[in-house]
């Protein structure tokens, strides 16, 4: 059974940092891409980041140069690092996992950890 498992979500001041890890247990996902995706209160659920299995990266405008995603193919791990937070920034995380750099479909999905960031 796949399972993917994030931590590392919290409470942060604005301009803060914090890095969201997630474990994938299950299967191997090195020969896919990787990301994430939040989800604020009221809204759709958004794209945040994604890797592809080369390395290969892509992000949303809104968290451009902020944002740094990474992946361990040999712990099959994905993490993101997030430094100079925004309270707009506030949202559930997901960790996805086995989809697209191209298309960002994914098929497996976390169950969310919390950021927020206040002013």
């Known amino acids: 059974q796949v399972q993917l498992v994030e931590s590392g979500g919290g409470l942060v001041q604005a301009g803060g940092s914090l890095r969201l890890s997630c474990a994938a247990s299950g299967r191997t996902f090195r020969n896919y891409a990787m990301g994430w995706f939040r989800q604020a209160p009221g809204k759709e659920r958004a794209f945040v980041a994604a890797i592809g299995w080369s390395g290969s990266t892509r992000y949303s405008d809104s968290v451009k140069g902020r944002f740094t995603i990474s992946r361990d193919n040999a712990k099959n791990t994905v993490d993101l690092q997030m430094n100079s937070l925004k309270p707009e920034d506030t949202a559930v995380y997901y960790c996805?996992?086995?989809?697209?750099?191209?298309?960002?479909?994914?098929?497996?999905w976390g169950q969310g950890t919390q950021v927020t960031v206040s002013s």
């Open positions: 996805a996992a086995e989809g697209s750099l191209y298309t960002l479909e994914f098929n497996y």
